[in-house]
């Protein structure tokens, strides 16, 4: 091949390539014009270009349309090739773009299963089809924010009845962990650890809006088996919770989806609540039951498939 020959094919432009497979395909030339959009004569100069950068008809006229040369058969596959990877690039490239472009979720959610939902979060393949999630801490102002627009949705333990807003369950967290610090004197019992035994130990809790901000679970189930439960506390924050149970002996509950976390907690200790205990526990409270809170569907910043990987990824969580 003469260098002449070699710059005129390295001078070959992408849409004439595609005009090539097309016809070849179809042996039809008004057909390659429908399909890319453009006039016949753009197709004819393109045609043009490739016979003189191959020096070869490349397609003569027979009654059934255009028919492909032995050198155009031979050239066919190489131009397919170069069209795919072609074509992957582009993927790529607008992949990434709208990557970029994809806004910023702002998501409230209970303190408690903030650590899980990050480390769930963190995976790169659901940040690809989610887009950035930033997570804020459900308070007494979530509500209003999400009205406003401030923040996307959010994740609660408890349904919320507000105008223009959605409440939609997406599961509940039927198992329990306990946690303790890990020379705790429970320990030593378990997993023969009854309620009852439990409200014998200073407990603290996490509020969860809609859940447990009334009254807690175990204070309930105390109430309601007539033990004396005394020391038991409300912590301000995930801080005070954990140095509470650093310092006080205390003892807590968590959902099940923590468990794995609170264990890499230097000097904590986290294990499911026995079976039997949580049947107990579920027959005198209400599981805490986990709703997406969301803006009317208009006023939305994300899409419905955004939508549907969040319920998924709860869903997975709390089951």
Not at 31 to 39: D, E, G, P, Q, T
Request: aromatic share 8%; glycine share 4%.
């Amino acid at each position: 091949m003469t260098t002449h020959l070699k710059k005129k094919i390295r001078e070959l432009d992408f849409f004439s390539l595609l005009v090539f497979k097309i016809i070849f395909d179809t042996g039809q030339a008004n057909i390659a014009a429908k399909k890319l959009a453009v006039s016949a004569s753009k197709i004819s100069r393109s045609l043009s270009a490739l016979r003189v950068a191959f020096d070869d008809e490349l397609f003569y006229r027979r009654q059934q349309g255009l028919k492909p040369t032995p050198l155009a058969e031979k050239l066919y596959q190489p131009v397919c090739q170069l069209i795919h990877s072609v074509t992957s690039l582009e993927q790529t490239v607008i992949e990434k773009a709208s990557q970029e472009k994809l806004p910023i979720l702002k998501l409230a959610v209970e303190p408690i299963v903030m650590h899980s939902l990050a480390l769930k979060l963190a995976d790169k393949t659901l940040q690809q089809r989610l887009g950035p999630v930033r997570l804020y801490t459900w308070n007494d102002r979530t509500l209003n924010m999400i009205y406003r627009g401030e923040l996307d949705c959010g994740i609660a333990f408890g349904a919320h009845d507000i105008n223009e807003l959605t409440c939609e369950r997406v599961g509940y967290n039927s198992s329990v962990c306990m946690v303790a610090k890990e020379t705790h004197a429970i320990w030593q019992s378990y997993p023969d650890i009854r309620l009852e035994d439990i409200c014998n130990h200073p407990f603290i809790y996490q509020v969860g809006k809609g859940f447990n901000d009334r009254i807690d679970p175990l204070e309930q189930f105390a109430r309601e088996q007539g033990i004396c439960i005394d020391n038991i506390e409300a912590a301000a924050n995930v801080e005070e919770w954990f140095a509470h149970l650093q310092t006080l002996d205390s003892l807590a509950f968590a959902p099940s989806s923590e468990k794995d976390q609170l264990n890499c907690m230097l000097g904590l200790r986290s294990e499911l609540l026995p079976q039997q205990e949580i049947a107990r526990f579920n027959a005198s409270i209400m599981e805490p039951r986990v709703h997406l809170v969301e803006r009317l569907s208009p006023l939305r910043r994300y899409n419905n498939d955004t939508k549907q990987e969040l319920l998924t990824l709860l869903r997975e969580l709390f089951v």
